[in-house]
């Protein structure tokens, strides 16, 4: 049953971060292009603390989700999934804690001297945010995989 609610878990928050890093990237990166210090705080400010704040419950999980995996795993070939889906999780915290979320709070907080500077500063982040597309991306596929390998994973719970 824990390993049925971890790899459950788990590709939620997987799906809802590639989602995110998807729609990012695909929908709302060009319009950003156009942000200036009179509408980042709408456009850049909302978004971005609201996904704050939701990963900052999800992703914990995640980690304990993915261990358990690993240790549900250990001995046999499938431990490849759950270790994959650890060094994921893992890639795209450090990224984001470490990295990113600096460059948010400095975007949210209006220090740059002017919209030049703000448009480097979101080229940054971007950039920064599409390692987050291409490891959201390999994390997802990670736990699919693991779930349509393990079969019948209700199953496994009798």
């Not at 060094?87 to 400095?106: A, C, D, E, M, W």
């Not at 209006?110 to 971007?126: I, N, S, V, Y």
């Not at 950039?127 to 291409?134: A, E, Q």
Request: proline share 3%; charged share 15%; aromatic share 18%.
């Amino acid at each position: 049953m824990i390993t049925f609610l971890a790899a459950l878990w788990f590709l939620f928050g997987a799906s809802m971060y590639m989602g995110t890093m998807w729609v990012l990237k695909w929908f709302l990166f060009p319009t950003w292009r156009g942000l200036s210090r009179d509408n980042v705080a709408t456009h850049f400010g909302i978004p971005t603390r609201r996904a704050t704040v939701f990963f900052t419950v999800v992703v914990p999980v995640m980690f304990v989700a993915s261990i358990v995996l690993i240790v549900a795993e250990w001995g046999t070939s499938s431990v490849w999934f759950g270790v994959a889906c650890l060094v994921g999780i893992f890639l795209l915290t450090f990224v984001g804690q470490g990295i990113i979320i600096p460059i948010n709070k400095r975007i949210r907080g209006g220090l740059f001297a002017d919209d030049a500077e703000l448009r480097r500063l979101l080229a940054r982040w971007m950039l920064l945010n599409d390692i987050r597309f291409y490891g959201s991306t390999f994390t997802w596929v990670a736990i699919v995989w693991y779930v349509v390998a393990r079969g019948d994973l209700l199953g496994a719970l009798s």
